[in-house]
Structure formats: structure tokens, C-alpha cells
């Protein structure tokens, strides 16, 4: 079954201590994204990668770092989480986004910060 | 800086009624998306609009762009109660860049 997968789906931590969620996919996509939802703000994107060694900043990418060294995998790292990055947060992954494929999104992690 | 706003963000309507959602962006865009996302659930793609005059239509869904007034709407037929959930769109910026601009959604409220 085509899908993304993301883990893990819930997760309490507290300030400063390092995390890693996953994300990775099984359709062979070029492009993958991080995207974060918050109440009444809609989504924003983090980070994004056109392919394996490609990422590039999106609208919020502070306290955030991504790396892509294998196609399917595009994980995200807070190195030092804060209260503020506490949200819901979405992995995607298409197709080239230039040539209108639609992206797939993960079920979501949701993440409180303490 | 790409701005995307829609409107309305909250949708109260009666099963059977039309309505239509936009979505205005601020500069120049090669694709926009369509998105649904049902209480405590993932996003589901709906459409990708590449081109001015594009429409594309999907049940009681129709999606259309016009670039030039760098707007699009999703027009909703005879709603029922199933389409309830949260609509947004999103621009992407222009050329093969992978950044996407969410609008801030709409939700909406379809009574019996």
C-alpha cells in the first residue's frame, strides 16, 4: 500500500532534550516536506527536499534541522525542543511539485514540549 | 512574500445549498492545491489547478483558477452533511521550488 509513515505518532518531552521524528515513504517521491499545524494558523512549512541531499528552508524552519541521505527518509530533528515548537506536525511527500502531482500526507505527530 | 488568504473561515450551510470558498494569493503562482482534512485526521488531496482557466470537478466539488485575478474557488453542489470538514488551499511559488503556502482553511458546517 502506498503511504507515508510517521513516528512517532504521539509524543510529551521536555525542554532541550533532543528528538528525531521519522518519516518515510514507499512511492519512490523525489520531494518531501515537514510542515507544522497549529490552531488557527493553518499549516506552515518547515523544511522541504527536492531530492536525496536537497532540503531548503521553508516558511518557519527555526529549531529545526532535516537531513535526506536516502530517498524515502526525510526526518526531523529538534535539537533543543521549546515550548513554542509544541504542534501537530506532518510529513508529505509527491512527485515533482512543478509538474502538479499531489502530495501524500503522513497521519501526523503530535508533540507537546514541557 | 506569497500571502494566502481564504474566506470564508468558517461555513455554516443547510444540506442541499451551494456555496463557494476562495482563495486569494498575492504573487505569481504556477500550481495550486486543494486539500481536505476531517476532525483528528490527515490531509487528503482533493485537486492540483496548474493553469489559468483550469477546473476540475469531483462529486459535488468543483475546483477552478484564475492566475490573472490570482484567485480560486471551490464550489460546493447541494452539500451534504459528509462534507463536513476543514478545506484548505495552497500555492506553491513559481518555477519547480518545493514551497507551498497553506491559506488558513475553512471549516465547514454542513446541517441537516
Known sequence: ?114 | ELKVEQNPLFLSMQEGKNYTIYCNYSTTSDRLYWYRQDPGKSLESLFVLLSNGAVKQEGRLMASLDTKARLSTLHITAAVHDLSATYFCAVGLGGSQGNLIFGKGTKLSVKP
Open chain 1, 1 to 114: 500500500e502506498a503511504q507515508v509513515t510517521q513516528n512517532p505518532r504521539y509524543l510529551i518531552t521536555v525542554t532541550g532534550k533532543k528528538l528525531t521524528v521519522t518519516c518515510s515513504q514507499n512511492m519512490n517521491h523525489e520531494y518531501m516536506s515537514w510542515y507544522r499545524q497549529d490552531p488557527g494558523l493553518g499549516l506552515r512549512q518547515i523544511y522541504y527536499s527536492m531530492n536525496v541531499e536537497v532540503t531548503d528552508k521553508g516558511d518557519v524552519p527555526e529549531g529545526y534541522k532535516v537531513s535526506r541521505k536516502e530517498k524515502r527518509n526525510f526526518p526531523l530533528i529538534l535539537e533543543s525542543p521549546s515550548p513554542n515548537q509544541t504542534s501537530l506536525y506532518f510529513c508529505a511527500s509527491s512527485r515533482r511539485p512543478g509538474q502538479g502531482y499531489e502530495q501524500y500526507f503522513g497521519p501526523g505527530t503530535r508533540l507537546t514540549v514541557t
